[in-house]
């Protein structure tokens, strides 16, 4: 197995649970209100002795209290959902699953979970036979963005090797994960989402110098160390000794339009991370390198959803779909280690032909 890189990547998977079973607050407390009165009206129905339906009633009456009970549980989980800063969006509950979540899929936005897979290569005879899973998760957040260090953990616990290069995309970029791959002594190949401006006097253009914990500006300029910006965000602010500096240099205006302190530098608690990877990403080997993450990763995904046939979970719930997904990562695992096998035999076949054929001519001659 070739523990030199690994790729990750994730996929929506659908959950078992129709979309029309998605309730927000708002609609729960119209079904709520809808099921207490099918409530009072089957109960005065069958103290009244009715005729028709009455040998239903019980049955039915059981449906109805058992869908007011999880509706009402529904309305005590929404709570704990609400991320309205986040997705701009009211927190939303499935019925049928609720532990899935509406998703942006190729389907549109439908209840859904988002599979996580770590792959590395597997080396077979002068090839490779195909990838083998790492490390696998499933997860009820639509973005791979915190998910990064955690794979890599979880690969190098199931692998025993903190695998040296990571491939992902942009997705999963996020500055504490940058940093966290670095001082883990993992280089990491993945896209900046949020790319600097090439603007010539954007923070980057600053030279950093760490002896004396400063910046050098475009023109010289020292800006040097002035205190914690926030206790909270924990980054660092540095600024030049005078605002006169700046105004007095040509690119007062464009660089820094403060005419009282002068330009000031914001540096977050991952920016050196940061700087260093996206120099690191500039250069040729990384783009070649990440030029190889899709053919690593996609294939997985696609074997997984077509072959095995799992574009949607058959269980419910969170727990469950991840021993799912374990159960589908592990049949993919079982099938490259049988091409490898496959290879290898096969390898060792010639190789025992070649030698026959050998004693064969010695003894014809
Ligand atoms: S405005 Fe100030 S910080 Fe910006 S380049 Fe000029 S001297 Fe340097």
């Not at 449906?63 to 309205?84: F, G, H, I």
């Not at 389907?107 to 770590?118: D, L």
């Not at 903190?162 to 670095?182: C, E, I, N, Q, W």
């Not at 940061?274 to 696609?302: C, G, S």
Request: net charge positive.
């Amino acid at each position: 197995m070739d523990l030199a890189i690994q790729a990750v990547d994730g996929t929506k998977v659908y959950a078992n649970a129709a979309v029309i079973k998605t309730y927000d607050a708002r609609r729960l407390r119209e079904l709520l209100d809808q099921v207490e009165s099918a409530i009072e009206a089957l109960e005065s129905q069958n103290e009244g002795g009715e005729e028709g339906d009455v040998a239903h009633l019980p049955e039915e009456l059981a449906e109805q209290k058992a869908l007011r009970q999880r509706v009402r549980q529904a309305m005590n989980d929404l709570p704990s959902m609400e991320r309205p800063n986040r997705y701009k969006r009211p927190a939303h509950i499935n019925l049928t699953d609720k532990d899935a979540r509406l998703m942006r899929t190729r389907k549109g936005i439908v209840p859904s979970y988002n599979a996580q897979a770590m792959v590395s290569p597997v080396a077979a005879g002068e090839g490779v036979a195909g990838m083998l899973v790492t490390a696998s998760d499933v997860v009820d957040e639509p973005n791979d963005t915190a998910r990064l260090t955690q794979m890599a953990e979880q690969a190098e616990e199931i692998t025993g090797v903190r695998v040296p290069m990571t491939l992902a995309d942009a997705g999963y970029f996020a500055g504490k994960h940058v940093s966290g791959l670095h001082h883990r002594g993992q280089q990491v190949v993945m896209p900046d989402k949020a790319r600097p401006t090439d603007h010539p006097y954007h923070k980057d253009q600053f030279r950093y110098d760490e002896v004396t914990d400063s910046y050098t500006c475009p023109h010289g300029q020292t800006l040097a160390f002035t205190g914690m910006k926030s206790a909270r965000k924990k980054s660092r602010l540095y600024r030049v000794a005078s605002a006169a500096v700046c105004r007095g240099c040509p690119a007062f205006g464009t660089c820094t339009k403060n005419k009282r302190y002068g330009r000031s530098v914001e540096i977050g608690r991952h920016d050196v991370a940061l700087r260093r990877h996206r120099e690191w990403m500039a250069t040729d080997e990384a783009k070649q390198m990440y030029v190889r993450r899709l053919p690593l990763v996609e294939p997985l995904f696609a074997i997984i959803k077509n072959l095995l046939d799992a574009q949607q979970f058959k269980l419910r719930s969170i727990a469950n779909v991840r021993a799912e997904w374990t159960l589908l990562v592990t049949t993919f695992n079982l099938r490259t280690l049988l091409r490898a096998w496959s290879v290898r035999t096969e390898a060792r076949l010639c190789l025992r032909l070649s030698a026959n054929d050998r004693e064969n001519l010695r003894l014809s001659s």
